[in-house]
């Protein structure tokens, strides 16, 4: 078992309010003490301390991300291989009609980092810079399914695998054997695993050191997505661009 590294609790609950603010598009004081257990005090010196340095704005009592977060999306966004991602996903999603999204793997989590919407009708249930969890999304388990088998291991056994949904797989030897056959076959799905009513299809993306760079996926309701459509047509689409995506970045 890893050694879990050192927390600074000061520090985690800074961002924990950031997260907090950020998905609430702005709150109050009262409303972000609410959602922690840290004193309404320590809130307070946490917001201060982070308006002073500009990170957050103040509007009568409401306070909001500022601004300067934008370069950090940028910084973050540079080390993307998006030249050999963003034609292929955006076409993707024009071909299939529903919502497309390139996630990357770091450390032990995914990442939805590009993200399309071709349409009102493709509403995807989260965005860019929210966490796909490794477990319960088809983008998660197309990566969790070629890390190294120590790696994989470690992931499903030294933690709880949080139930989404009803049909969240939260049995690490059931999903080590799904895992098995997404190997095989490198695709993955998503049966409402992490939002009800909405199934998602991925193919994961391999580096040259046979480690995942992460995963291509398409999502849509189930109306939409589900059947012949989801396991067949829409599946082999989503391989066939992955592994496109893939050539591309192997040879740049």
Known sequence: MTEEPPRV??????????????????????????????????????????????????????????????????????????????????????????ATNFIVHETEYGIYSYCIEPGEESYLPFGEGDVAPLHATAGGKAILAHLAADEREELLTDRELTAYTEKTITNAGELMTELNTIRSQRVAFDREEYVEGFQCVASPIIGSDQEPIGAVSVTGNIQRMSGKRLDEDVAGLVTSAAKSIENEILSA
């Open 9 to 98: 609790k000061a520090t985690e609950h800074s961002f924990q309010i950031v997260e907090i603010i950020r998905d609430a598009g702005g709150i109050g004081l009262a409303g972000v003490t609410a959602q922690t257990e840290i004193s309404k005090s320590a809130v307070y010196k946490h917001v201060q301390t982070l308006l002073r340095l500009g990170y957050l704005v103040r509007e009568d009592d409401t306070y909001y991300l500022s601004n300067r977060f934008l370069s950090f999306g940028r910084g973050a966004r540079e080390r993307l291989p998006l030249g050999e991602i963003r034609s292929i996903v955006t076409d993707l999603a024009a071909t299939t009609g529903n």
